[in-house]
């Protein structure tokens, strides 16, 4: 069964530190690679994705993926209490026609 | 630019009944997909439609079906609800089939009772 492990949280974090969010995948033949936030009520919005092993910066947040270890993360630099919500990982299938997503990590930013 | 939009955004139904979801992606992307979400299992995948053409479908009972219209909308249908059919259930559209970044709406949370 294909998986994406994260961890559930919370995850307290004060204002202005960095978060870390992580996630591994079991399914080597995923090719991409996205992290959504999604608030209490709401539908999941897109922050990030990564296809390539690596770093990628997107103002405060930062993914990184190695393929080898089969680990993703997110970095959240500067936290901001309106950043606490629930962080999804998702990999590609095979197919790259689904995502299959991790339960999601419950991050808390405190002022 | 318009996002993608469900249609009802709440609904209640009853053991036995069935559903009907509606799905309009954004403008110009061509593949819809459906995910349900519960607190239990997180978001699961249910099906992906590209032209008209269910391309993948997930480890769903047959109870659950949709389709995809010429001009790109889906709809989703689940027969003969259970009380475990409740949850919120997303639809997500993208431009290509299996590149790109993949676009939630808002979400229709079924309550079966």
């Known amino acids: 069964q294909k998986e994406v492990e994260q961890n559930s949280g919370p995850l307290s974090v004060p204002e202005g530190a960095i978060a870390s969010l992580n996630c591994t995948y079991s399914?080597?033949?995923?090719?991409?690679f996205f992290w959504y936030r999604q608030y209490s009520g709401k539908s999941p919005e897109l922050i990030m994705f990564?296809?390539?092993?690596g770093d990628k910066e997107d103002g405060r947040f930062t993914a990184q993926l190695n393929k080898a270890s089969q680990y993703v993360s997110l970095l959240i630099r500067d936290s901001q209490p309106s950043d606490s919500a629930t962080y999804l990982c998702?990999?590609?299938?095979?197919?790259?026609?689904?995502?299959?997503f991790g339960k999601g990590t419950t991050l808390s930013v405190s002022s | 630019k318009a996002g993608v939009t469900q249609t009802p955004r709440y609904l209640i139904k009853t053991r036995g009944q069935q559903v009907t979801l509606s799905c309009s992606p954004i403008?110009?992307?061509?593949?819809v997909s459906w995910y349900q979400q519960t607190p239990g299992q997180g978001l699961q995948f249910l099906f992906e439609?590209?032209?008209?053409?269910?391309?993948n479908k997930g480890n769903f009972p047959g109870r659950f079906s949709g389709r995809q219209f010429s001009n790109s909308r889906s709809e989703m249908n689940v027969s003969t609800l259970e009380l475990g059919d409740s949850a919120l259930y997303l639809c997500?559209?993208?431009?290509?089939?299996?590149?790109?970044?993949?676009?939630f709406g808002e979400g229709s949370r079924l309550t079966v009772l």
């Open positions: 997500a559209s993208r431009h290509d089939r299996n590149t790109g970044e993949l676009f």
């Open positions: 399914d080597r033949g995923s090719q991409s």
């Open positions: 990564i296809y390539s092993n």
């Open positions: 998702a990999a590609g299938d095979q197919a790259g026609t689904a995502l299959i």
């Open positions: 403008s110009g992307h061509r593949s």
């Open positions: 439609y590209f032209s008209e053409t269910q391309r």
